[in-house]
């Protein structure tokens, strides 16, 4: 059964850090890209990072995270990890990881802005950042 588990949310002062984790499990991990997204309160989910399949590792980042998010990829525990430093209260929101379509994965390349290159999601991960 394919599944995308995110984990490692939490609450934290403004220029803290977190680590989110992807653990996947159901499917080839490193043919697959993975991508993930948030969703601020009243604000529509927006992709913040993606990593390529295993074979290439390009990484893509929003504007606003690069420099301080790092996306990375472990192939013996089919976890991708989001290591974010320097936390600003616009990071909060729910995270969300979820897969490459096949297709676009084989590309070897990832996107973030259109959703509709994803074909799975996790359930979520909720990061609070607050003074």
């Known amino acids: 059964q394919l599944q995308l588990v995110e984990s490692g949310g939490g609450t934290v002062q403004p220029g803290g850090s977190l680590t989110l984790s992807c653990a996947t499990s159901g499917f080839t991990f490193d043919y697959y890209g993975i991508g993930w997204f948030r969703q601020a309160p009243g604000k529509e989910r927006e992709g913040v990072s993606c990593i390529s399949s295993s074979s290439g590792s390009r990484t893509n980042y929003e504007d606003s995270v690069k420099g301080r998010f790092t996306i990375s990829r472990d192939s013996t525990k089919k976890t991708v990890y989001l290591q974010m430093n320097n936390l600003k209260l616009d990071d909060t929101g729910t995270y969300y990881c979820?897969?490459?379509?096949?297709?676009?994965?084989?590309?070897?390349?990832?996107?973030?802005?259109?959703?509709?290159?994803?074909?799975?999601w996790g359930q979520g991960t909720q990061v609070i950042v607050s003074s």
């Open positions: 979820a897969r490459s379509r096949p297709y676009y994965s084989g590309l070897g390349r990832c996107d973030l802005v259109r959703e509709d290159e994803y074909d799975a």
